[in-house]
Every structure is written in C-alpha cells, then in structure tokens.
C-alpha cells in the first residue's frame, strides 16, 4: 500500500492510499481538487472514502468526489456529515476489496464528541486528535475525554505510521521543547521537521513510538513533563497535567 499525504487549503493533509493495481481509499477530503488532480495523475480509481469527523475541512470535498462516481462513505454517527453510506462505531471493522485493506475503528472524542481514527494496513489515521509532537482543541469535548482518547492511541504499536491531517509539525515541536527542553529525541525531531520544511517536503507520516518520544501530550507521566505542569498550575493528577498543557499551547504563541 503507498501512503500519500495530498495537501490541501491552508494546511490540510487528505491522504491517499493506493496498491499498485490503481484502486485507492481516500481519507477525509476537505476539498475534491487536489484529490482529483492526485486521482488523475497516477491513474486511479477511487474506491472508498474514510471520514474522521464532522469539521468542513475534512468532509468538505465528498460531494464532489462521489460526482465521479458513487464510492462507499464511511463515518461516524454524526448527522453533521452528509453522503455516508455506512456508520462505523467502535470496535467495527472495514473491509474494503480494492485495495485490499481492513480497518479497526476506534471511538476518540475530544476535538469533538464524535470522533473516530481507522487503524489498519500499518496506519494510525487518526484526523485531528493526535498531531505530531501536538495534539487537536477541545472543541466539544472535556480534557478527561480527550487524554483518555490519546492513551488509548499511544498503547497501539509504536511501528504505526502516524497519518495525521494537519502540517502542524513545526509549531508543535517549538511548543514541545518550552516543556522538554533537555529531551534528546525531541531536538533529533526538531530537526528532522526543519530540515523537512526547509525542502517544502511533509513531516508525516511518523511512527507512532517517536511520538511517545517527543509528543507531550502523551507524556503526562513523565517526569520533565509532570515538573513542567506542576510549575503552571496543574493539580497532581494526569487530567490536570494534560488540561494545563493543552491551555498553554492554545496561547502558545513562536
């Protein structure tokens, strides 16, 4: 399976994921363009659609896929999302024939409450609650919801590709280091994401383990991190630490 990361408005990622016999999935789609102009220039055909959750952009160039041709749409019970052909919940699997793949749906409210990441094929995709060295807003949901949603992604295999949707990796990673200034795997990511940018090449897919290595955000428990929260106000428990460190980064400003 090739796993592309197709950018899209201001600093999305739609991903694209194909097999060699031209049969691919596309997952959330906030615009159809640059879809089709990725579709059309390696020769596929569109097969399936993948949709995280409700926000318009990542469900918001669906119609005009499927104006191409009628592709089984796959989402979560929201009825903010338009054209789903099946409602996937926790625990479910998708099975799709071309390409060959099978998903595991995991429920991970948070960014909002009816978020859900597909794991499967090597893949982690997992829309906007897990960033790169960052981690999505509460837009409905509660710190307790989302630090639970976000131990539950970093229990899986640390060898997942981390198939986020925002270019978000440098901002996060200056963030990070205010909080782990001394963490070594953290500088070696920093500089991977420079180096990246710098050639205007995308910073993901990462595996899921390097992100236990430099995400503060599943790092509450660290010691570092801990000492960190303590010192900006956070009680000792682990809700606490992650809800202080999400505040701090909604006003992070480098």
Request: charged letters at 20%; proline letters at 6%; glycine letters at 8%.
């Amino acid at each position: 399976m090739h796993v592309v990361p197709v950018p899209a408005l201001a600093d999305n990622y739609i991903w694209l994921l194909y097999d060699d016999a031209g049969d691919a999935i596309v997952v959330d789609p906030g615009e159809a363009a640059p879809i089709e102009a990725a579709l059309d220039r390696r020769g596929l055909r569109l097969r399936a659609i993948l949709l995280t959750h409700h926000h318009n952009d990542h469900i918001g160039g669906v119609a005009d896929l499927l104006a191409r041709g009628p592709v089984p749409v796959y989402a979560p019970r929201d009825e903010r999302i338009g054209h789903v052909t099946q409602v996937v919940a926790d625990g479910d699997e998708v099975t799709i024939a071309r390409p060959s793949a099978r998903f595991r749906v995991l429920e991970i409210p948070g960014h909002t409450r009816s978020h859900i990441a597909y794991v499967g094929a090597g893949m982690l995709l997992c829309g906007d609650t897990l960033f790169s060295m960052g981690c999505g807003r509460l837009f409905e949901g509660t710190p307790q919801q989302m630090l639970a949603s976000l131990d539950r992604l970093a229990d899986l295999p640390g060898e997942l590709k981390v198939c986020c949707a925002h270019e978000y990796t440098a901002a996060n990673g200056r963030f990070a280091q205010t909080v782990e200034p001394a963490n070594a795997a953290l500088a070696q990511r920093v500089e991977q994401v420079r180096a990246l940018r710098e050639q205007a090449q995308p910073t993901l897919p990462v595996a899921l383990a390097t992100e236990r290595a430099t995400n503060p955000f599943l790092r509450v428990d660290n010691h570092d991190v801990a000492q960190w929260c303590t010192r900006h106000g956070a009680a000792a428990d682990r809700v606490s630490r992650f809800a202080a460190l999400r505040a701090a980064k909604d006003e992070f400003r480098a």
